[in-house]
């Protein structure tokens, strides 16, 4: 199985300033038809994942422009500009190059 | 707006078989640019995918669970099932069903059900 790792585990940030998270995968993710099928989840408190950004730096439908999300191969970033109140939650990277499907651990974004 | 709605108990016995039923609706469950998927989670921890069906019926299962579950498709429901036998309370957990948007259009998890959490105890 692809191993995905996320750093770092858990974000204080402090409203409007930016946050950064990493993930890491054991494997390339890119597919042999030329893309990298990997994307970033957001988990707010007792809701279901909601798909943030896909094919590395794709945002989906409705989500904010101060989320981004970049790299390459095994190592990727989602970035958030400024954060807001309604960030708070946690964030998960997803590879779905290779089944079966994986998870990073999720990073608990919180405001200091 | 296609939605997903997950149904079945919430608490099942130790050994037995786990069924667990998603309904699509606002779209078909048929179109061949997507696939249906179970996540799991168990409580306080991450996600995990458990395994895939196509429209066609065809299958991946996760290896950690491959001899124990089984994902079946209804199109006439417009629904997909899992199947999880032998059951102990490590498979305590909120159970999703997805869609996955297929690798020509997002290659991702674009809808998710609500969950439903499943608890095995005696």
């Known amino acids: 199985d692809i191993v995905m790792t996320q750093t770092p585990l858990s974000s204080p940030v402090t409203l409007g300033q930016p946050a950064s998270i990493s993930c890491r995968s054991s494997?390339?993710?890119?597919?042999?038809?030329?893309?990298?099928?990997l994307s970033w989840l957001q988990q707010r408190p007792g809701q279901p994942p909601r798909l943030l950004i896909y094919?590395?730096?794709k945002r989906f439908s409705g989500v904010p422009e101060r989320f981004s999300g970049s790299g390459a191969g095994t190592d990727f970033t989602l970035k958030i500009s400024r954060v807001e109140a309604e960030d708070v939650g946690v964030y998960y990277c997803?590879?779905?190059?290779?089944?079966?499907?994986?998870f990073g651990q999720g990073t608990k974004l919180e405001i200091k | 707006q296609l939605q997903l709605q997950e149904s079945g108990p919430g608490l099942v016995k130790p050994s037995e078989t786990l069924s667990l039923t998603c309904t699509v609706s606002?779209?078909?469950?048929?179109?061949?640019?997507?696939?249906w998927i179970w996540i799991r989670q168990p409580p306080g921890k991450g996600l995990e995918c458990v395994g895939r069906?196509?429209?066609?019926?065809?299958?991946y299962y996760s290896p950690s669970l491959n001899s124990r579950i089984t994902l079946s498709l209804d199109a006439s429901e417009n629904q997909f099932s899992l199947r999880l036998s032998s059951l102990t309370a490590a498979d305590t957990a909120v159970y999703y069903c997805?869609?996955?948007?297929?690798?020509?259009?997002?290659?991702?998890?674009?809808?998710w059900g609500q969950g439903t959490m499943v608890t095995v105890s005696s």
């Open positions: 997805a869609r996955l948007a297929g690798w020509s259009v997002e290659g991702s998890f674009d809808i």
């Open positions: 606002g779209g078909s469950i048929t179109n061949s640019d997507y696939y």
């Open positions: 069906i196509d429209y066609s019926g065809t299958t």
């Open positions: 494997q390339s993710l890119l597919n042999s038809d030329g893309n990298t099928y």
């Open positions: 094919k590395v730096s």
């Open positions: 997803l590879q779905v190059t290779h089944f079966p499907f994986t």
